[in-house]
């Protein structure tokens, strides 16, 4: 029994002296341009929409393995909270807004819509981490919003979409956030 007991606490004090493993690797979303005012400017969410708005807290996420392809990735938010969620590009015809989208598996859109959050590939060539949408031929674009133009709408565009020329080619890189100074575990 003796032997038991001290092969316990010594099991005890080397698992809580050991670092801790298994904590998720977090990102942030930025903005690489040939415009200044868009140029390293991090994106964040105004109401479901990513992009470039004055009072809103920077994105942060988590990639996770995609059921899709294995050599693409789901951008899940962190902090986790109730509820399940993850950055989605939604819309129509060829210009899809990029979106933080609560529960994309179980949401419910209108008939033609595109709601993909599975189909995001995260490059890593040392120039810039971008982030690719595999989904379909396209790139990411910037569109000013807002009464004084001064906050952007992050989309991605492909050949089909119609628009008019108000808007910047951007990349949307990735970085990883210091996880020292991330606070781990559900939101409220």
């Avoid at 930025?30 to 005012?37: C, G, T, Y």
């Avoid at 004055?54 to 109730?82: A, C, M, Q, W």
């Avoid at 981490?129 to 379909?136: F, I, L, N, S």
Wanted: aromatic share 10%; with cysteine.
């Amino acid at each position: 029994m003796k032997w038991q007991a001290l092969a316990l606490s010594f099991l005890a004090t080397t698992g809580l002296a050991s670092p801790i493993f298994g904590q998720p690797e977090i990102y942030t979303l930025r903005l690489s341009s040939r415009n200044k005012a868009l140029d390293g400017q991090y994106l964040g969410v105004n109401g479901a929409l990513v992009g470039v708005f004055k009072d809103s807290s920077v994105v942060r996420f988590i990639p996770v393995p995609s059921g899709s392809s294995s050599n693409l990735v789901e951008l899940h938010t962190y902090p986790v909270g109730k509820e399940e969620r993850a950055l989605a590009l939604v819309g129509k015809q060829g210009l899809l807004d990029f979106s933080d989208v609560v529960n994309p598996a179980a949401s419910n859109f209108p008939k033609g819509t595109t709601c993909d959050w599975t189909a995001f590939r995260l490059g890593s060539s040392t120039a810039k981490k971008t982030v690719v949408y595999a989904g379909k031929a396209g790139g990411w674009v910037a569109f000013p919003t807002g009464p004084d133009g001064s906050d952007w709408s992050v989309k991605w565009k492909d050949s089909s979409a119609i628009t008019i020329e108000n808007y910047m080619t951007v990349d949307v890189v990735y970085e990883a956030v210091d996880a020292t100074k991330v606070e781990f575990g559900p939101s409220s």
